[in-house]
C-alpha cells in the first residue's frame, strides 16, 4: 500500500521548484521533461534532475520522472539518465499501443533499469479506446490521464462538471480495475478555484481515481482531503474489522455495525482503509 493522493508535476527546467518539494506534504513528486520544458532547455533539465535525484533530501516522497517520448529527439537520453537512477518510475507520455510499451520497456531495461516499474499517460483518443491492449503488461504500474491533451485531442472544452469526458474517464478506471492498475486523474489547470478543484477532486474520486495530478503545491491540500480518509472514517473502518471478526468467530457470513448490514465486501474496503491509514502513519 502506498498512498499516491497528491502527484505534484515540477518542471525539470526549474530548480527552486525541484528544490522546493524536498518540503511541500505530497505522495509523490513527477519531475517534468516533457511538456513543462522547453526543446533548447532538454539537456539542461535533464541534468537539473539528475542533480536533484543524486543529491536525495525528499524523504517519504515517491520520485517519478517524465520523460520524453522516444520519437522525440531527447527521449532515449532521458531514459538512458534515468533507467538506473533513484526513482520509482519512468513516465512516458501519448500511450496508444502495445508496441510503444515494448519500447519503452527495452530502452528501460538496456539502460539498467530491468526492475523499474513505467507509468503510461492516457492522452489521446486510441489510447482511452485501446488501453486493455497495452496496459496489460506487467512492467506498467500506474496509468496518468492526460485531460488537457485528451480535451484537446477530441476537439472538446474545459467545463467545471467534465460531463463531455466522464465517458473517457471511466473507461480508463474501469480498464485500470480491471487490470489491477493505479491509476491517476488528470490536472486542474485553473489552480486558483480551489472551489472548482474540490469540485473536480471530488468527482474524480467518485468514479474511482486513487489520486490526482496536480500543477501547483496549492493543489497538495485540497487532493490529500479528497484522495484520502478522515479520522472518523479510519476509526469506523476499525470498528466495522472488530464486529465482522466477532461474526467470523461465531460462524456468521454477515456483522451488523449502527444498524447497517457488514458483509464480506465491506469489511475488505475497512481492510483497504487501515491499511492505508498505518502506510501514512508508518512513514
Known sequence: MRPRRSVLYMPGANARAMEKAKSLDCDTVIFDLEDAVSPDAKEMARQQVIDALTGGGYGYREIVVRANGLDTPWGADDVAAFAALPVAA????????????????????????EQLP?????????????????????????????????????????????????????????????????????????????ESFRVVCA??????FDGKTL????????????????EAEV??????????????????????????LVENLHAAEAERVVAFANALAAR
Open 118 to 194: 513505467v507509468w503510461l499517460m492516457i492522452e489521446t483518443p486510441a489510447g482511452v479506446l485501446d488501453l486493455a491492449a497495452f496496459a496489460d503488461n506487467p512492467r506498467v504500474e500506474a496509468l496518468v490521464m492526460g485531460t488537457s491533451d485528451l480535451v484537446k485531442e477530441l476537439r472538446a472544452s474545459h467545463q467545471a462538471s467534465r460531463d463531455n469526458i466522464a465517458y473517457a474517464l471511466q473507461r480508463c478506471v474501469l480498464v485500470a480495475r480491471r487490470l489491477g492498475k493505479e491509476i491517476f486523474d488528470g490536472v486542474h489547470l485553473d489552480f486558483k478555484n480551489d
Open 90 to 113: 519512468l513516465l512516458f507520455p501519448k500511450i496508444e499501443s502495445a508496441d510503444q510499451v515494448s519500447e519503452i520497456i527495452a530502452h528501460v531495461d538496456q539502460g539498467g533499469g
Open 203 to 208: 468527482g474524480g474520486r467518485a468514479m474511482g
Open 235 to 260: 476509526e469506523e473502518a476499525y470498528r466495522l474489522l472488530e464486529v465482522w471478526g466477532q461474526a467470523l468467530a461465531q460462524g456468521k457470513g454477515v456483522a451488523v455495525l449502527d444498524g447497517k
Open 215 to 230: 500543477i501547483h503545491p496549492s493543489q497538495i491540500d485540497g487532493a490529500n482531503e479528497a484522495f484520502g480518509y478522515s
